[in-house]
């Protein structure tokens, strides 16, 4: 059996605890012989700054870069509010996508039906919801330069960001989009400001280019982002996929999450372009952040971490069958009621973090 | 009794129609002899492409700066997605927002109890909600140079959008935040991406000064506006006023007034720097957009637009009471069970825009 190379890096806040039930999942499967793995483990964000003074070291990013998958949990608190820009959590995460060349985040918004309720929305409104935000990742005002702080005199400061997007980069993003919903329900929604921004100009263009192109057969609308996130509180099941830059992926796939009322529970994949081999650098996390509220308790939720190790298994060791039995699983505890804080409805018992890790263990 | 200079851009699509409503209530007002009003009548948007080749001639821009305010339909249609970028319908309203330079757009999403039930949320989440987003509206990346697109031969092509924010620009629409929150429930909630760009640092750091130079009586939270987003949809009521940039305003503004289930009810208005004699130039605009697909069938709701004209009245011609009694007659209206096609529950019957206008004035 293959052996598979996983970078584990656990970052700030509720990180480490709910990495602790992905070990527990991890060490199942070994001893189940259904999967046999290398695991290595790093420091990231504020972890990395209080050790090393950077947000994440050399040493990690060449174990990052080694790795078939690197399994990351989250950063940032206001322990390092005031740190350097460069060297703040988010730094580290920033980096890795980056250097990584992970530029397509796919972030699925699913509405587990056990959950329909615990949603702010109406329950017909959300019920069997499923949606699959196609997010650009290395690209857009995230990365664009200039990005300044200049000092005008006067007490004066500008402050500079810039929007880049290349006709490549929005191809790569739009043909993953494309793809994934031959797989789903053939609809592609492509969302940019084209009336306000040269970006969302040639963005446009070149999405209606490709689907001319090449991806006919799937249905393309074109969507204002102002109009979307509107449209996503309206009515969501309108939506199949939706494809955007890195700004309105960040805004619109958080948005989209809190709609199924279960953001404690939603993964996230972060991939690079396959190589000859069709093998593809891959970072899988949770949607939600570091919460640093909450750290510490062992009650946060850790259902999305494990689900982020669900689809490192599907998308980038080959083993479907294995993330399909942890999705299962998962399922199962929640059928059977068993519910952390966030999800628990008021006045109903909680369980906590290492109970909800050992139960879809248990499941397994 | 003051004679006021009004200029009306009706623009495209249900732009005209809901107009029509506007000068019914003014046709009313006059003859009341609540209010004496000069009025212009000009084009903007599509409907100015296509008498004049531009968005808005210059004579309808020197109308626009003559007068006391502005009343604002809506621009855009299918009909001009092809016109060159520098006569598209928006261009002519992002003109009038610079030229005018109105830099503060307040928004209210505000539930009207009598359609709590028309929203996508839980009756509970929305009912009493009122909440005032203030968006910076003459910077940010919807002005910043460079904004382009470049051919690199190759095939390729570079867009680049730039974000920029001077101290004074945040400095200014800060202060008009706190201000009306003084006047309502004293929150500010002040919204950007300092983890990721660096016109949210600054952002951050003018609003954090400002606050502590002059408004301390003020509550002040800082929040990213990926997880305002996320807030706004979970727990809108926590929120008071939310002063954001220029493209997180235009997104989250949308958002927030979707919450409400009202969005054909909603005004808003774009205000200037206040002049030596507290003159102010001003435009005022509903929320809603073009709807192209409805436009032309006489079905519109025109309660955003005759309430922009109520906010007129308030904050730029001295009105107050004249604008209590317009919101008056709108809920008047409402409470009798009067509904346009957009809020009226499924099943029920709709009038027409002409009616409801016709029953607001009957009202007052
Ligand atoms: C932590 C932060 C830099 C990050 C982002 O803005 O991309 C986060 O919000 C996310 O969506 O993964
Ligand atoms: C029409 C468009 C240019 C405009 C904007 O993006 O500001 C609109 O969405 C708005 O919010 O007023």
Redesign the pocket.
């Known amino acids: 059996m293959a052996t598979h190379k996983l970078l584990l890096l656990a970052g700030d806040g509720i990180g480490p605890e709910v990495m602790e039930e992905v070990k527990r999942v991890i060490a199942w499967l070994e001893k189940a012989g259904l999967a046999s793995f290398a695991i290595e483990e790093g420091l990231v964000g504020g972890a990395a700054y209080d050790a090393h003074g950077v947000s994440i070291s050399e040493a990690d990013m060449a174990l990052a870069k080694a790795s078939d998958a690197v399994i990351f949990g989250a950063v940032g608190g206001p322990k390092w509010a005031d740190v350097g820009y460069d060297v703040r959590p988010e730094a580290g995460l920033l980096r890795l996508r980056k250097d990584l060349e992970l530029f397509a985040n796919l972030r699925p918004a699913l509405c587990y039906p056990a959950l329909a309720e615990a949603s702010s929305l109406k329950p017909e409104v959300v019920e069997g919801l499923d949606i699959l935000i196609v997010r650009e990742l290395t690209g857009g005002v995230y990365f664009g330069e200039p990005k300044t702080i200049t000092d005008l005199g006067n007490g004066q400061k500008r402050a500079i960001d810039t929007q880049v997007y290349d006709t490549f980069e929005i191809e790569r993003i739009a043909a993953v989009a494309f793809e994934l919903a031959r797989t789903r329900r053939n609809k592609v929604t492509s969302a940019e400001?084209h009336?306000?921004m040269k970006s969302g100009v040639l963005w446009k263009e070149v999405v209606t280019q490709l689907h001319a192109r090449a991806f006919q057969d799937v249905e393309l609308e074109h969507q204002?982002a102002?109009s979307l996130a509107m449209q996503l509180v309206r009515w969501p099941k309108q939506y199949d996929v939706i494809v955007t830059d890195n700004l309105f992926g960040d805004i619109l796939s958080d948005l989209a999450s809190m709609l199924t009322g279960s953001i404690g529970m939603l993964p996230s994949a972060s991939l690079g372009a396959a190589d000859a081999a069709g093998k593809r650098a891959s970072m899988y996390e949770p949607v939600h952040g570091s919460a640093p509220d909450i750290a510490g308790q062992g009650i946060a939720n850790p259902i999305a971490m494990i689900g982020s190790l669900a689809m490192a298994l599907r998308y980038s060791l080959g083993k479907g069958e294995v993330a399909d039995r942890i999705e299962t699983a998962i399922a199962a505890v929640l059928d059977a009621g068993k519910r952390t804080a966030d999800i628990a409805p008021k006045g109903t018992p909680a369980i906590s973090t290492a109970e909800m890790g050992a139960a879809i263990v248990a499941a397994l």
């Open positions: 400001k009336n306000v204002l102002d």
